[in-house]
């Protein structure tokens, strides 16, 4: 390891995590001795990190490296990628040097967390380091830390205007303060004062406090307020458990600074209103939790009536109609839907999904003729498609304006999907979810060897499907089949890389792809423009929202596109009931 940790800490301008950090002091370590081939024995593996994690914390001069080291043998936490985690458990120390190491982590964690603060830089990290410290101590060393923590705070002052900087401060000091009030002697008029103090600056910042969460959300929400509001109830409660009057009025002024903002927000209308109903709900929560039964009243009705502006509001992104779509089914199709779900019970989660794959009546194949049909039917009402209909997100952004034929056609399937799937195969993918039953597909895709190299991948993608978890079956799925169709047109000689730059050959995007002959012919007229529609063509444009994490705006089609996927499959297999 030849990164210096310390001077990393203190000069990186970005928020840091101990977790993360942490993983830079052995990474060397662990990557040599899980690939020594001589020690094949897990046992002996961990023997060698443990001594050699010793050697690395007597040979250190940089404090945190020594700390992460010793807290990895006290707590037998380990920082290593382990799967999606971080870190994981192995062997305690318990040696002649415990008391030595336990010192090193209290001592290194407030001498850092100390002149991180001094400095004002790294809250984050400040707060992670007094949370590792307080792991291991004993209570005398607590109180210790207790006192350093107090020191910590007062030092912390809050400035308007450095609005960022002490935002970060005020996270600082939520769980500073959270530790000081276990003490009876801190829980004084100063301590008090300072979180008035910090709770002005919170409520000033509403609900657009710049935090790091905030710069991950598309209106950039964040309150800081709810945590200062709980120190102070929490210090009332243990300052003078009997003054109920007191802890009612901090309780009220922290409805009030909801209902504040879910007026401003419901003022500006449209999207804000999502914020508002928040704001409601959670000025309701406070009012029942603490029994103000009159004020829930009133605040009730208001959310009541935000929640039906929302409704009313025309959203461009909403899936949703003004109506049920069970209300346009005609009487035979409800007698249809009911003859289809008295059978569904009947069955057993594997006949349901075969039922589902089977019935071309359950989920048909839509066809362009199909689509012309369902458009000429609209065409009935004398204004259908003279108007431009465009979808716009998150951003104000226009993502689709059908003013073409082509961008027509595809919104009318868009809104068909729909259609069929209020008629028959959406409430059969409902009965499956909630059976939660496991389905092991993988003998389904070895028929082909194309798709059998990748059999596990579109197995894993419908066992997720299936169970319900529609979006991460997606992200598995669609790139598989891009993957596919590639396949497919490359063994039949079509030239599916970029030339223009040769010898280095880039992958084509998709459309090429499905403007070759061999794909054309090896799905058929109806199922090439079906597919080709369905991931490269706006509003669906399957293909491109999930290689960049775009909304998918979905009204039905993801998982009309995953059925369609499985029926493409079992039509190619020359499979019947029996074989799945």
């Not at 005020?170 to 100063?190: D, H």
């Not at 008035?196 to 710069?215: C, V």
Request: hydrophobic residues 40%; glycine residues 4%; proline residues 1%.
């Amino acid at each position: 390891m030849t990164i210096k940790l310390m001077d990393y800490i203190f000069e990186e301008n970005e928020t840091l995590y101990f977790d993360l950090v942490a993983l830079k002091v052995y990474e060397d370590i662990v990557t040599q001795i899980a690939e020594d081939n001589n020690e094949v024995d897990f046992q002996a593996k961990r023997k060698a990190l443990y001594e050699e994690l010793e050697k690395r914390f007597d040979s250190s001069e940089d404090d945190f490296v020594k700390l992460v080291i010793a807290y990895s043998l006290i707590s037998g936490t380990y920082f290593m990628i382990n799967g999606l985690n971080t870190s994981g458990k192995l062997d305690r120390y318990s040696g002649k040097r415990y008391t030595e190491f336990v010192n090193t982590i209290t001592n290194n964690a407030i001498d850092i967390a100390q002149t991180l603060v001094k400095s004002e830089i790294q809250y984050r990290f400040a707060t992670d380091l007094i949370g590792i410290a307080l792991k291991v101590v004993n209570k005398q060393t607590k109180n210790d830390i207790a006192n350093k923590v107090n020191e910590f705070v007062k030092q912390t002052i809050l400035s308007k205007d450095e609005a960022e900087l002490s935002v970060k401060k005020v996270q600082f000091l939520i769980p500073a303060i959270n530790l000081l009030l276990e003490y009876k002697g801190f829980r004084n008029t100063s301590l008090l004062l300072k979180i008035d103090e910090i709770l002005d600056f919170a409520i000033e910042q509403g609900d657009t406090a710049a935090s790091e969460h905030s710069k991950f959300n598309a209106m950039g929400f964040d309150c800081l307020f709810p945590g200062v509001f709980e120190l102070k109830i929490q210090c009332c409660q243990k300052s003078n458990n009997t003054d109920k009057e007191k802890i009612n009025e901090v309780v009220r002024s922290f409805a009030d600074t909801y209902l504040n903002l879910a007026e401003s927000r419901r003022d500006l209308g449209d999207v804000n209103l999502q914020m508002a109903i928040q704001h409601y709900e959670n000025a309701v929560s406070l009012y029942v939790k603490y029994g103000f039964n009159e004020d829930l009243k009133i605040v009730k009705r208001l959310l009541d009536e935000t929640k039906q502006e929302l409704e009313n509001w025309n959203n461009p992104l909403s899936i949703s109609r003004k109506h049920n779509l069970m209300d346009d089914l005609t009487i035979t199709q409800y007698e249809q839907l009911n003859k289809w779900l008295k059978e569904l019970k009947q069955l057993d989660i594997n006949d349901k999904v075969k039922m589902l794959l089977f019935d071309e009546q359950i989920v048909p194949s839509i066809s362009k003729k199909d689509i012309s049909k369902f458009r000429n039917e609209k065409k009935s009402n004398q204004f259908s498609e003279i108007f431009a209909v465009d979808i716009v997100n998150e951003k104000g952004h226009t993502i689709f304006y059908s003013d073409t034929e082509e961008s027509k056609e595809s919104y009318a399937l868009y809104n068909y999907i729909q259609k069929i799937g209020a008629e028959s195969w959406s409430h059969f993918l409902i009965n499956i979810f909630e059976q939660h039953g496991y389905l092991d597909f993988s003998n389904l895709f070895k028929f082909d060897e194309i798709l059998s190299k990748r059999s596990y991948l579109f197995s894993k993608a419908y066992e997720l499907f299936f169970s319900g978890d529609i979006y991460s079956a997606f992200y598995i799925l669609v790139p598989q089949i891009e993957w596919w169709f590639r396949e497919i047109a490359y063994q039949e000689g079509e030239q599916i890389s970029n030339l223009n730059y040769f010898p280095t050959e880039q992958a084509k995007t998709l459309t090429p792809i499905f403007d070759t002959v061999s794909l054309k012919k090896c799905l058929g007229e109806d199922q090439h423009w079906l597919f080709e529609q369905l991931m490269t063509k706006e509003p669906m444009n399957i293909r491109n929202k999930i290689a960049h994490g775009i909304d998918l705006n979905d009204n039905g089609f993801c998982s009309y596109f995953a059925l369609c996927v499985l029926k493409l499959v079992i039509k190619k297999g020359g499979f019947n009931r029996d074989d799945i």
